[in-house]
């Protein structure tokens, strides 16, 4: 059964750091590209980071978190992280993880090449 669930949101101030995990199960996790989406209220979801599967973990972000933001992956944990830094208030979302295709050799950005996704976690930025 595949499965990915994240954690580690919650509420923060402007300008905290914040951790999110995304663990999966049932399907071959090191194979697949995995990606972080973003769904602000009233908005729609939104790309937000990507790492490669394969050696190397290459990464692609959107352009208002590079410099804030890092996806790692542990292969060996099937997890993947986003490392979360100088928050914003504009950073409210609830954060979503999702698999893209198996073996894509690039770094999807839209959703329809995403195969699996999680429940989400909500981040909320407020002082």
């Known amino acids: 059964q595949v499965y990915l669930a994240e954690s580690g949101g919650g509420l923060v101030q402007p300008g905290d750091s914040l951790r999110l995990s995304c663990v999966a199960s049932?399907?071959?996790?090191?194979?697949?590209?995995m990606g972080w989406f973003r769904q602000a209220p009233g908005k729609e979801r939104e790309f937000v980071a990507v790492?490669?599967?394969?050696?190397?973990?290459?990464?692609a972000y959107t352009d208002s978190v590079k410099g804030r933001f890092t996806i790692s992956r542990d292969n060996a944990k099937n997890t993947v992280y986003l490392q979360m830094h100088s928050l914003k208030p504009e950073d409210t979302a609830v954060y979503s993880c999702?698999?893209?295709?198996?073996?894509?050799?690039?770094?999807?950005?839209?959703?329809?090449?995403?195969?699996?996704w999680g429940q989400g976690t909500q981040v909320t930025v407020s002082s």
């Open positions: 790492v490669s599967w394969g050696v190397g973990a290459h990464t």
């Open positions: 049932g399907w071959n996790f090191d194979s697949h590209p």
């Open positions: 999702a698999a893209a295709t198996r073996y894509l050799p690039n770094l999807p950005k839209v959703q329809n090449e995403y195969v699996y």
